[in-house]
C-alpha cells in the first residue's frame, strides 16, 4: 500500500468516528410539536405543564430516563432517539431517578 492509499484509508477511517460523534455534539432539542412529543405531553419548561400527571418538581433533569450528567442544561432521552430534552423540560413518562 503507497501513502496516498494509506492516507485515504486513515482519513476514511478517521471520517467514519467522527460523524458518529459530531451527530451527538449537534444533537437537535425535541420539538414541543414533535408527534412523540405531544403523545408524551412533553414541554421544555416543566413549570408550564399541564398534564394531569404533572407533580411540582418533577423535570427532565430528576428523571431516570435523562441521559445528561447532574447540572447539564440539556441531555439525550431514549423516549426522543437522538434528539435531547431541556433539562427543565418535564412529560408524562417521567421516573424519578433512584436515589
Not at 35 to 53: C, E, F, I, R
Not at 70 to 87: N, Q
Amino acid at each position: 500500500m503507497n501513502n496516498s492509499k494509506r492516507t485515504f484509508m486513515l482519513q476514511i477511517i478517521a471520517a467514519g468516528v467522527s460523524l458518529p460523534l459530531a451527530k451527538i455534539a449537534f444533537a437537535e432539542y425535541v420539538n414541543e410539536k414533535d408527534p412523540t412529543a405531544v403523545s408524551l405531553g412533553y414541554v421544555s419548561d416543566a413549570t408550564k405543564a399541564t398534564n394531569g400527571k404533572y407533580k411540582a418538581g418533577q423535570h427532565c433533569g430528576a428523571c431516570m430516563f435523562f441521559g445528561g450528567k447532574a447540572g447539564d442544561t440539556k441531555g439525550p432521552c431514549p423516549l426522543f432517539a437522538g434528539k435531547e430534552v431541556h433539562s427543565a423540560g418535564w412529560c408524562s413518562a417521567f421516573a424519578a431517578k433512584p436515589a
